[in-house]
């Protein structure tokens, strides 16, 4: 078999398609016959040899012929079921069922009727809602218990290799109005994000602020940051706060009500209230003095 596949495979080769001289059809003339190599080794060098594979089982499909028509043959339905009708069997939904339905799924339609009775302002209310005024973007505020207050918002420039980046800094004091309170500051290309950048840094630099029962301060005291000087007074019931800028509302946020505070040096905003910070931090008790001095509080002014 192999020597008559190698004798076929030597005449087809030796053949040639050339056109006759003498006009007519075509013609073939043998050519020189080339004996061509041992089919084994022919096959050899041109078929690939197959990985083992070993691992792989395919006792499956040796029974299983590919060409053969193989049915379909699948479980039988439980015992009572009824198949659900087809699509195109159902009747077709009426104008008020289509309506109805994308009203429940999507709410009021926008044309201003509502067919399962709601409030057609319902959306407009959510939206402004969700969105804030003019569709600005509306910052969520955690519900932890402090208020802010925004006491600065300043459009600051950057300059770049490719010119001036423009983005907004926050100054926010937070505080619970008990004792607490934080000044931060954020930088954000929107102003949403600025506050809420600042609000975060100002409630991870919460201090605490000590008070007497007259809601003041226990004495008098001055703090400075910077170029700015904060100078703090005590003040006797109904005084009331009387200060300005930044000092004011991080004395308000604090939950001091009777106090007098003065701007001394720098007019800065950020700096005068990070210099009330400072000053609130060096206040003491007369009890905690008295406690690290081991004699009573009565001593204390003898």
Partial sequence: MALATAAITA??????????????????????????????SVFARTLPKLAATADVDTSFFDNVDPNDDIPFDPPAPPEGYVSPPSFDELPPES??????????IYGAAYSGESVLGNDIYVMDGKAKKAGGLLGR???DRPNDGF?????QVRRVTKVVKG???LSFRAIVVVGDKKGQVGVGVGKAKEVVDAIAKSAGNARRNIVSVPMTKYLTFPHRC???YGAAKVMLRPASPGT??????????VLEMAGVENALGKQLGSKNALNNARATVAAVQRMRQFRDVARERGIPMEELWQ
Wanted: aromatic share 2%; net charge positive.
């Fill in 222 to 224: 001055d703090g400075d």
């Fill in 163 to 165: 010119g001036k980046k």
């Fill in 147 to 151: 208020e802010e207050r925004v006491v």
């Fill in 137 to 139: 973007k509306k910052r």
């Fill in 240 to 249: 009331g706060v009387i200060a300005g800028g930044a000092v004011r509302i």
């Fill in 11 to 40: 005449a087809l080769s030796s053949l040639s398609l050339r056109p006759p001289l003498h006009g007519g059809g075509l013609c073939l003339k043998p050519l020189r016959a080339t004996l061509l190599p041992s089919s084994s």
């Fill in 95 to 104: 104008e008020e069922e289509v309506a109805a339905a994308y009203e429940e």
